[in-house]
């Protein structure tokens, strides 16, 4: 699987949009983007993913760049609860061993 | 249903003492994860059952045993750990098993593990 790089921190004002970015320069053609958030003392929670498109669901949205090397989770509206952990990762859309390793990710802090 | 459930949420255990960790899931899923994840630390991968057969040992140590005793349990045997073997363990499963697409990954609520 391909690796990924996030900024370590970021902070967000309550109310605001999140924008977390994600390398992921080497990724394969057959290699899905994935986030997954880990609120303190939890277990990570899917949020979203996708291969190619832009994709949005009740939690967030995921921006994809054309050529893939890069993407965006956007929180719209970010709350004090969205504070956590935000895990990037790429793997395989077919994937017959079903690993999936995480990065260190980008600590989320919303302000008041 | 997304729900994956692990017991006890918490375990105290001293270093000769033989204990297990223990993962439910109701949703069909075929293949099932254990992660180690240290505090301040991303998870890492320990082990990875597909259709009920070890398919990913990340050269775990063997005081760590997995067991998967059919499609929907799994259980983390533990055995003489060592107190930097603490940690938050977390199970998942995923649908799994051959071509698989978006073959996203659902965890629990993990155990804590504390080894005195």
């Known amino acids: 699987d391909a690796k990924t790089t996030q900024p370590p921190s970021m902070d967000c004002a309550e109310g605001r949009a999140a924008n977390l970015p994600c390398n992921h320069s080497t990724i394969s053609g057959n290699e899905y983007v994935y986030w997954y958030r880990q609120i303190h003392s939890q277990g990570p929670q899917y949020i979203i993913h996708g291969l190619k498109n832009n994709e949005t669901n009740e939690m967030a949205s995921l921006i994809i760049t054309e050529d893939r090397k890069s993407s965006t989770l956007i929180l719209p509206h970010a709350t004090l609860r969205d504070t956590a952990v935000y895990y990037c990762i790429v793997r395989v859309a077919f994937n017959n061993n079903n690993d999936m390793r995480f990065g260190a990710g980008t600590r989320l802090t919303v302000k008041p | 249903d997304t729900e994956v459930t692990q017991t006890p949420k918490h375990l105290v255990m001293g270093m000769t003492n033989k204990k297990s960790l223990k993962c439910e899931q109701h949703m069909g899923h075929r293949a099932m994860y254990w992660y180690k994840q240290k505090a301040k630390k991303p998870p890492e991968l320990m082990f990875v059952y597909s259709y009920e057969k070890l398919s990913i040992n990340e050269s775990v140590p063997s005081r760590f045993s997995p067991e998967c005793p059919n499609s929907s349990l799994l259980n983390l045997h533990l055995h003489a750990l060592q107190p930097e073997d603490s940690a938050l363990y977390l199970c998942?499963?995923?649908?799994?098993?051959?071509?698989?697409?978006?073959?996203?990954?659902?965890f629990g609520e993990g155990s804590w593990l504390t080894v005195v």
């Open positions: 998942a499963s995923s649908q799994g098993g051959g071509r698989t697409l978006g073959n996203t990954i659902y």
